[in-house]
Structure formats: structure tokens, C-alpha cells
């Protein structure tokens, strides 16, 4: 998973493990897996992107659990 993250850049030129391993340690697999979506679904990688499909992604979860 580290050598995909550091293989795949930001808008704004940075790696996203350098944006993964800049967030807090709670949130990185959520954003990891936003990453990986946002690529999936062709959207840009930029942070307003990543925290988007976060937020949906742990929307869903706590759909699911509930």
C-alpha cells in the first residue's frame, strides 16, 4: 500500500503518502481509501476531493452499522 500511495501525486504536487502521513493517525485508512476512490471514480486528487469522499465513505459506514 506505502509504495502505491508514494506513486501517486496531488494536484498541488504532493505524494499522497506525504498527505496521508500528514494527517492525524485516526483518520489515515479513511483517507487512504478516499484516495483510492477518488482515483477510481476519475475525480482530482486534491484535498477538498480526498475529505469529500472521506466524509461519504464514513457516512455510509455508520449507515451500514446502524
Do not use: W
Not at 6 to 22: D, H, P, T
Request: with cysteine; proline share 2%; net charge positive.
Amino acid at each position: 500500500m506505502d509504495e502505491r500511495l508514494s506513486n501517486i501525486f496531488l494536484r498541488n504536487g504532493k505524494s499522497a503518502m506525504e498527505y496521508v502521513l500528514c494527517l492525524h493517525q485516526g483518520v489515515r485508512q479513511i483517507a487512504t481509501e478516499a484516495i483510492f476512490e477518488c482515483l477510481r471514480l476519475g475525480y482530482p486528487l486534491n484535498n477538498m476531493e480526498i475529505t469529500s469522499k472521506a466524509r461519504e465513505l464514513l457516512r455510509k459506514r455508520a449507515k451500514g452499522s446502524a
